[in-house]
């Protein structure tokens, strides 16, 4: 009886062990999962986030592109008008624009 007596004994300590360090790994596993439950909360809040901020800018995108406000803008500032068919030339008349000298400094740039 005492082989089964010791035997039993070092099963028991072998099991209480083996059942201590399972305990632990899942104590372990346990605030892992805690943590990467928290990151993926954060991870979600600023991927809505981002997703309103892409909404926005969307929106200014479509306002800024608008072509009556380019067209204010560009008659406003840029004193631009509509081209005149009068204005369109051929190719032939490339020719006749006059080149401007430019000089050359020592470094190679132009220099009006």
């Given amino acids: ?6 035997f039993l004994r070092h ?3 072998l099991f209480l062990l083996l059942a201590g360090g399972i305990s632990m790994v899942l104590f372990s ?3 892992q999962v805690h943590d990467l439950e928290d990151e993926h ?3 979600v809040r600023e991927l809505e986030d981002e997703r309103r901020a892409l909404h926005v800018l969307h929106a ?7 072509p009556a406000r380019i067209q204010a803008l560009a008659s406003e500032h840029l004193n631009m008008q509509p081209i005149q068919p009068k204005d369109v030339v051929g190719a032939d008349a490339v020719l006749d624009i006059p080149l401007r000298d430019i000089e050359f400094n020592e470094s190679g740039e ?3």
Avoid: C, F, I, P
């Fill in 1 to 6: 009886m005492s082989k089964r007596s010791g």
């Fill in 11 to 13: 099963t028991t300590v």
């Fill in 29 to 31: 596993v346990k605030y």
């Fill in 41 to 43: 909360s954060r991870l």
């Fill in 60 to 66: 200014e995108w479509a306002t800024l592109n608008d």
């Fill in 110 to 112: 132009g220099v009006q």
